[in-house]
């Protein structure tokens, strides 16, 4: 099996970022990269982690004009981004600007969009204030629908929200953050989850940030968690998923 981790690359240095991504590029399936080392050294650390030969997440949650966001899409297609945050409550325009804008910059390369429902750190009062009425879960459904119908390839979503998503939007490829192996502290994530709880219940990439980098050994808390991921209990509920693909 290849791993179906993301590691999040939340460094401030781009050099300490593409060492770590180096000595974890043997053991994971790819790489995240955020605002953090977007804004401070820049969208050149893409091409640098694109060059190890995996696949690079550009957590950019574009939101803006749809003429803006397909320009930003096609300069992250160009540095060789596999896949672009995007928020969906931008709205339909704006996702199918963000994927044709990737799709040209790749150049035929294989790039989509993510689609941002809504953020894990929103509750469902925080929401009421905005406007929107109902859950946080509900809106999520509403959107990650809104963006398999308008050129989205994924959408990022807790654990919680994995079942509903299968329903509503089957063919969206799932990446879920908030993950945490048990024994490792939450921080500031409220609702964790861990890797064998995410991948069960049908994330296919899982995002994992600081219980990797922040590890004594970032390789062996890796390969710990790939293992974790063949027990038998995983394999056994993946295999009862009703999947489209
Ligand atoms: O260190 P940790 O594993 O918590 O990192 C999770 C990563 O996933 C961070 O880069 C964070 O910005 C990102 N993320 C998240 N929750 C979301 C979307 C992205 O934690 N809903």
């Known amino acids: 099996m290849s791993s179906p981790i993301l590691v999040a690359l939340d460094l401030e240095s781009a050099e300490e970022a593409i060492?770590?991504?180096?000595?974890?590029?043997?053991?994971?399936?790819?790489?995240?990269i955020g605002l953090e080392l977007l804004m401070?050294?820049?969208?050149?650390?893409?091409?640098?982690?694109?060059?190890?030969?995996?696949?690079?997440?550009?957590d950019a949650k574009l939101h803006d004009i749809p003429n803006t966001v397909r320009r930003a899409s096609r300069q992250i297609g160009r540095a060789g981004a596999r896949w672009l945050t995007v928020h969906a409550s931008g709205g339909a325009d704006q996702l199918e600007a963000a994927s044709e804008g990737l799709a040209e910059g790749a150049g035929g390369g294989q790039a989509g969009i993510l689609a941002v429902t809504v953020l894990t750190s929103l509750t469902d009062a925080d929401l009421a204030k905005t406007g929107i009425t109902g859950t946080a879960g509900k809106q999520s459904a509403r959107l990650a629908k809104l963006a398999a119908g308008h050129g989205a390839e994924g959408v990022i979503c807790s654990v919680k929200e994995l079942g509903v998503i299968a329903e509503v939007a089957p063919a969206l490829v799932r990446v879920t953050p908030g993950?945490?192996?048990?024994?490792?502290?939450?921080?500031?994530?409220?609702?964790?989850?861990?890797?064998?709880?995410?991948?069960?219940?049908?994330?296919?990439?899982?995002?994992?940030?600081?219980?990797?980098?922040?590890?004594?050994?970032?390789?062996?808390?890796?390969?710990?968690?790939n293992e974790s991921l063949t027990g038998d209990s995983v394999v056994y509920a993946r295999s009862q998923l009703n999947r489209e693909d």
């Open 40 to 58: 401070g050294p820049g969208p050149g650390t893409i091409g640098a982690l694109v060059r190890l030969g995996k696949p690079v997440f550009v």
């Open 179 to 225: 993950i945490r192996p048990v024994g490792v502290g939450a921080d500031d994530q409220k609702r964790v989850a861990t890797p064998e709880d995410a991948y069960a219940r049908g994330a296919d990439w899982l995002v994992i940030g600081r219980a990797i980098t922040r590890a004594d050994d970032p390789r062996v808390a890796a390969e710990v968690i």
């Open 19 to 32: 060492r770590l991504a180096a000595q974890l590029e043997p053991v994971v399936g790819g790489f995240k």
